[in-house]
Structures are given as structure tokens and as C-alpha cells.
């Protein structure tokens, strides 16, 4: 079998991004702090989407490598 028809193993020095893990609705106290424990899981959230797809681009880049 031909080894460039199998997609390339994401790099060791490269893992993919690991999801922020959601807090429990107990877990907000309800008096209103700033930021709030959802503020700060929808901050990571999207720092985790952008995160996601660089590393993903690069996935691409490195099986698309000669």
C-alpha cells in the first residue's frame, strides 16, 4: 500500500487543542461577578474555536507536504 494515502498522525510536538470544560450551572454563585465563570468558559470557548482551526490549518499544511 501506498503510505501518502493515509492521512499524516498529527505531530507529538503539535497535539490537537483540548475544549474548555463547560461549568456546572451550580457552579455560578448568581451575584453577578465580572467576569462570571460563563464569561470567562465563553472566552476560552472561543480562544479554543481559533486555536482549533491554526492547528487544524496546519494538520492540512503538513499532510499536503511532499
Not at 493515509?6 to 455560578?28: K, N, Q, S, T, V
Not at 476560552?44 to 482549533?52: H, S
Amino acid at each position: 500500500m501506498n503510505s501518502q494515502s493515509f492521512p499524516a498522525m498529527p505531530d507529538a510536538d503539535d497535539p490537537r487543542p483540548e475544549p474548555p470544560i463547560e461549568p456546572a450551572l451550580e457552579e455560578c454563585c448568581g451575584n453577578g461577578c465580572d467576569p462570571c465563570i460563563f464569561d470567562t468558559y465563553a472566552a476560552a470557548q472561543r480562544r479554543y474555536r481559533q486555536d482549533l482551526a491554526e492547528w487544524e490549518a496546519r494538520q492540512a499544511t503538513r499532510r499536503a507536504a511532499p
